[in-house]
């Protein structure tokens, strides 16, 4: 049984940082696509960054150059750093994971940027 955990989330100040980490259990990161998604109230989930198995990794233009997706094969788990976080950053972030014919979502966690 595939489950994936986040945890890291929180309160921050705009400017501050923080870091989400993924860990899955049941299925092996490394053989696996894996993404964080965001879904802020009252809007759509949109995705945020995302790791091929081959370690290539994309972002959605507003996190560019903030955000930092990267994955840990020993520990199995894939992290989000976080950092010059901006109101507009608040939200809930999902891990996602992808195998052929299959993908899971964790429960995730609560990203509050707020002075």
């Known amino acids: 049984q595939v489950q994936l955990v986040e945890s890291g989330g929180g309160l921050v100040q705009p400017g501050g940082s923080l870091r989400l980490s993924c860990a899955a259990s049941g299925i092996t990161v490394s053989r696996a696509a894996m993404d964080w998604y965001r879904q802020a109230p009252g809007k759509q989930r949109e995705i945020v960054a995302l790791i091929s198995t081959s370690g290539a990794t994309q972002y959605r233009d507003s996190v560019k150059g903030r955000f930092t997706i990267s994955r840990d094969n020993a520990k199995n788990t894939m992290y989000l750093q976080m950092n010059s976080l901006k109101p507009e950053d608040t939200a809930v972030y999902f891990c996602?994971?992808?195998?052929?014919?299959?993908?899971?979502w964790g429960q995730g966690t609560q990203v509050t940027v707020s002075s």
């Open positions: 996602h994971l992808a195998v052929p014919g299959a993908g899971y």
